[in-house]
């Protein structure tokens, strides 16, 4: 049972242009979200997260909006740069005071973008 | 400075043969957690552990052990059981209430042959 899910395995963008990763979730108990950025052969490293209570939160060129009513995130980045380049996985965390924060992901989408 | 290791960064080993992943943390973490990533798939967590000496099976334990004996250390061995070992594993830690969620390792490759 997939409780994260990223349809979309890949996406091309152009230099400069937004690129938007899309993540949907099943569990209405999860509070909070993250994204994370691969590169290959490399540990993920966190991007950027948001609380259930919120609706946007921005950092820099990385914008990640949650409409919890369609179990919906979004991360936007705006503009795209060939950096920017690596496998992103959303994942979500289920608040259980008073234990770990386990952490349950996507399985991924592979942003490539062109010059 | 501070960080999570993992070693080797690649490792083959023989079918049948125990495999033990090593993964050392000095970020004076709580939680250590183990998962695996495979194409398409994602991360697909394996063990994790909240406090020395305690440690819980994830979504896919099975042909997998790990021992929590020190803060910093949270080994896991690939045993002869698991049915794919080949695939890439990633050592995470944490704080209880980091919301900046996990560091990662910089994960190890295993090849069965």
């Known amino acids: 049972d997939q409780q994260v899910k990223q349809n979309s395995p890949s996406l091309s963008v152009q230099e400069g242009r937004i690129s938007i990763l899309n993540c949907d979730y099943t569990?209405?108990?999860?509070?909070?979200f993250l994204w994370y950025k691969k590169y290959p052969a490399e540990g993920p490293t966190f991007l950027i997260s948001?609380?259930?209570?919120?609706d946007k939160n921005e950092d820099g060129r990385f914008t990640v909006f949650l409409n919890k009513s369609a179990k919906h995130l979004s991360l936007h980045i705006v503009p795209s740069q060939p950096g920017d380049s690596a496998v992103y996985f959303c994942?979500?965390?289920?608040?259980?005071?008073?234990?770990?924060?386990?952490?349950?992901f996507g399985t991924g989408t592979r942003l490539q973008v062109t010059l | 400075d501070g960080g999570i290791t993992q070693s080797p960064k690649y490792l083959f080993r023989k079918e049948g043969q125990n495999v033990t992943l090593s993964c050392e943390q000095n970020?004076?973490?709580?939680?250590m957690y183990w998962y695996r990533q495979d194409p398409g798939q994602g991360l697909r967590l394996i063990y994790y552990?909240?406090?020395?000496?305690?440690?819980q099976k994830g979504d896919i334990a099975e042909g997998y052990s790990v021992s929590r004996e020190k803060k910093e250390s949270f080994p896991l061995t690939v045993t002869s059981a698991q049915k794919n070992p080949t695939a890439f594993y990633l050592c995470?830690?944490?704080?209880?209430?980091?919301?900046?969620?996990?560091?990662f390792g910089s994960g190890t490759r295993l090849t069965v042959v």
């Open positions: 995470a830690s944490s704080m209880w209430t980091d919301s900046y969620g996990y560091t």
């Open positions: 569990n209405s108990m999860f509070d909070y």
């Open positions: 948001i609380s259930s209570i919120k």
């Open positions: 994942a979500a965390r289920r608040g259980t005071t008073g234990t770990a924060s386990k952490l349950t």
């Open positions: 970020l004076n973490h709580d939680a």
């Open positions: 552990s909240q406090i020395v000496n305690d440690f």
